[in-house]
C-alpha cells in the first residue's frame, strides 16, 4: 500500500468517530502539554535567574558580625571598610551599621510595638552601587542629605509605612526625618528593603551611633572571588576572625535554581504520568474499534486484504491519534509557557529538544498503544469477523 492510501484509511476511521477520538486525543495532549510547559516554565525563570545573575553579578560577598565564644553579640572595627579596600583584587567596598534604639514610624502617636520590624540603618554614600541597588522614587544619598535628618527607604519599610513618594516626613529615633528616597527591591541584599537608612553623619550626630559597621558589602574580580572571601575575615579581625561571618549573596539564587531543577524533575514525573494515561485510552480506543469493526475487518480480508494491511490500518489510526494529541499538546504547552513567562516579565525559553522529544514521545506512546489492537485485529479470522454481531 502507497503511504498516502495509508494514511487517508487511517483518517477516515478516525473522522467516522471524531467525538472518541477527540478525547483520546485530548488525553495525550494534557501529558504532552503538561511536560512541555514544565519544561519551558522552567527555563524560561532560570534565563531570568541567568539574565538577573549577569547583570547584578556574582562577585559581591558580605561580611557581618557573628558570636563571640560565649555567644555575644561581636561588632566590627570601624575601620572595616579601609581594610577591605586594601585587600588585594577588591574593587569597592561599603558598609551599613545598624542604629540601635531607632524605631521607625509613620507618626509620633504610633504605638511602639507596631514598628513593622523596620530597622535603621547608617549607610555608606557609596552603597547603592556595590550592591547593585536602584532608586525607585527620589534620590540617593549625597553629601548634604548624609548629614542632615533625611531617609532613604527600602521598598517593603516604603508600603509597611505607607509612605508613596519623598517628601514624606516619618518619626525616626524621636525625630522627624524627611524621606528623600524610595528604593527598588535590592536582590543582592534584601535586608535593605525592610529598612530606612541614613547618612553616617546625621547617624552619629542626631541618633548616637557609633560608626561601627554591622555588614560590609564588598566587590572584587571574579576570578578572585573565592580568594578574596577566605582572607576577608582575617582581614577584618586578624585577632577573631571566627566572629566574622562571610557570605555570597549570588549562592542563595543559585540554590533557588538548583531547587527549581529538582521541582522540575517531579513535575515531569508527573506529566509522564498524564502522557501515560493518555496513551492507556487511545489503547483502549483502538481495541473497542477492533470489536465495533469486526465486519469491516471480515469483508476486508475477504476481498483480499492480507494480515499486515489490517495490521498497517489500525496502527495507522493509532499513529494519527497520538500525533493528533502531540501537536494539540505542543501548542498548549507552548502557549503555557508564553503566558507565564509574559506575566512575570520572564524571557521566553523553550529548548527545541522539549518539543521535538515531547512529538517522539508521542509517536512512541502511539505505537506501543497500538500494537495489541493492531495485531488482533489482523488475527481476526474473515469467517468469524464477516458472523460477528
Known amino acids: 500500500m502507497r503511504l498516502a492510501d495509508v494514511l487517508r484509511l487511517g483518517g477516515t476511521g478516525i473522522r467516522a468517530r471524531p467525538t472518541r477520538a477527540f478525547l483520546s486525543a485530548l488525553g495525550i495532549a494534557i501529558g504532552i502539554a503538561a511536560m512541555i510547559s514544565v519544561v ?194 582575617p582581614s577584618i579581625s586578624p585577632q577573631a576572625p571566627n566572629e566574622v561571618k562571610v557570605s555570597r549573596p549570588s549562592d542563595a539564587l543559585e540554590a533557588k535554581n538548583a531547587a527549581d531543577k529538582a521541582f522540575t524533575s517531579l513535575l515531569l514525573g508527573v506529566g509522564s504520568i498524564a502522557l501515560l494515561v493518555g496513551g492507556i485510552g487511545v489503547a483502549n480506543t483502538m481495541i473497542i474499534s477492533v470489536l465495533e469493526r469486526r465486519r469491516e475487518i471480515g469483508l476486508r480480508r475477504s476481498l483480499g486484504a492480507m494480515r499486515g494491511h489490517i495490521l498497517v490500518q489500525f496502527m495507522t489510526e493509532a499513529l494519527l491519534l497520538a500525533s493528533l494529541g502531540g501537536a494539540l499538546g505542543c501548542v498548549i504547552g507552548i502557549g503555557v509557557t508564553a503566558g507565564m513567562a509574559a506575566a512575570n516579565g520572564w524571557p521566553f525559553s523553550l529548548p527545541v529538544i522539549a518539543v521535538a522529544g515531547g512529538l517522539g514521545v508521542t509517536i512512541v506512546i502511539g505505537a506501543l498503544a497500538g500494537v495489541y489492537p493492531a495485531v488482533r485485529a489482523s488475527r481476526t479470522p474473515p469467517t468469524a469477523a464477516l458472523n460477528a454481531q
Open 40 to 233: 519551558g516554565i522552567s527555563a524560561s525563570s532560570r534565563a531570568q535567574l541567568a539574565a538577573q545573575l549577569d547583570s547584578l553579578g556574582t562577585n559581591l560577598l558580605t561580611a557581618t558580625a557573628g558570636q563571640d565564644l560565649f555567644g555575644n553579640s561581636s561588632s566590627l572595627p570601624q575601620d572595616t571598610v579601609g581594610k577591605v579596600r586594601l585587600i588585594d583584587n577588591v574593587q569597592s567596598a561599603s558598609s551599613t551599621g545598624l542604629v540601635k534604639n531607632s524605631l521607625v514610624y509613620r507618626t509620633p502617636f504610633i504605638d511602639k510595638n507596631a514598628s513593622g520590624g523596620i530597622t535603621t540603618l547608617a549607610a555608606d554614600k557609596s552603597l547603592l552601587d556595590v550592591v547593585a541597588g536602584q532608586v525607585d522614587k527620589g534620590t540617593w544619598l549625597n553629601e548634604a542629605t548624609s548629614q542632615y535628618p533625611a531617609t532613604v527607604l527600602g521598598q517593603t519599610a516604603a508600603q509597611r509605612l505607607g509612605v508613596v513618594s519623598p517628601g514624606t516626613k516619618v518619626w525616626l529615633g524621636g525625630n522627624w526625618f524627611t524621606v528623600v528616597g524610595i528604593l527598588k527591591p535590592v536582590v543582592l541584599a534584601p535586608e535593605l528593603d525592610n529598612a530606612a537608612l541614613v547618612g553616617q553623619g546625621v547617624a552619629s550626630n542626631l541618633l548616637g551611633h557609633d560608626a561601627k559597621p554591622t555588614t560590609v558589602y564588598t566587590r572584587s574580580q571574579d576570578a578572585a572571588v573565592s580568594t578574596v572571601r577566605q582572607v576577608l575575615a
